[in-house]
């Protein structure tokens, strides 16, 4: 059964970093293009960016309203994925997924997601 | 980068009836592939985030039939006839078609 389980979220200052993990299970990790979107309370997803798989090299691509400030990462040693965030903002706040890709398709599985609230 | 509209932020349905959700597009999301690069999400309180639609009008695996998505160029429509207790939920639509992709406003579908 595929999984995908977000943690690390909370509150953090304005100006401030943090750091997302999601961890997943129940498939060949490294074959997939794996995506962070988050949701503002009330409105609508926003697609952050993606790590693409092994057979692509694993490169990144980024919303560029947060290029610059979001790194994404994986560690295929452990099936983990990771959304580092620095220079943290007020609108930053939202509930933050995981999702998978699906080959080319749709995001087929998608975590349960966690909250991030920037407030001082 | 494109932007999607749906115009109905909420739909008001009763069980048994048939809504449809619109989902609008600043340029067409025809690739020249011949597909259009839309799909249809469906939120529940509770559950994670469920793929509905892919390519504008393909069911994902598993979803019931009674969800229909159909369309072209910039405007699409996602379809659910004999709507069930259960497909009250908030709907969104994505573009894939160009970076960075976007999201719909969604659409809640609220019973009577």
């Known amino acids: 059964e595929v999984k995908l389980l977000e943690s690390g979220g909370g509150l953090v200052q304005p100006g401030g970093s943090m750091r997302l993990s999601c961890a997943a299970s129940?498939?060949?990790?490294?074959?997939?293009?794996m995506y962070w979107i988050r949701q503002p309370a009330g409105k609508a997803p926003e697609w952050l960016g993606f790590i693409r798989n092994k057979a692509n090299g694993y490169t990144t691509e980024y919303n560029p309203s947060v290029k610059g400030r979001f790194t994404i990462s994986r560690d295929n040693t452990q099936n983990m994925l990771y959304l580092q965030m620095n220079t943290l903002r007020a609108e930053d706040t939202a509930t933050y997924y995981c999702?998978?890709?699906?080959?080319?398709?749709?995001?087929?599985?998608w975590g349960q997601g966690v909250m991030v609230t920037v407030s001082s | 980068q494109i932007t999607l509209t749906q115009q109905a932020e909420s739909l008001w349905v009763s069980p048994g009836e048939k809504v449809s959700i619109t989902c609008r597009a600043s340029?067409?999301?025809?690739?020249?592939?011949?597909?259009?690069?839309l799909s249809w999400y469906q939120q529940r309180p509770g559950q994670t985030t469920k793929a509905l639609i892919y390519h504008a009008s393909i069911r994902t695996d598993g979803v019931p039939t009674r969800f229909i998505g159909s369309g072209s160029g910039t405007e699409f429509t996602l379809s659910i006839e004999d709507v069930q207790p259960e497909d009250i939920a908030l709907y969104y639509c994505?573009?894939?078609?160009?970076?960075?992709?976007?999201f719909g406003g969604g659409t809640k579908l609220e019973l009577k």
């Open positions: 999702a998978r890709w699906d080959s080319g398709y749709y995001f087929d599985y």
């Open positions: 129940g498939f060949t990790f490294t074959d997939f293009y």
């Open positions: 994505l573009q894939t078609l160009k970076k960075p992709w976007t």
């Open positions: 340029q067409s999301l025809l690739y020249t592939d011949g597909k259009h690069y």
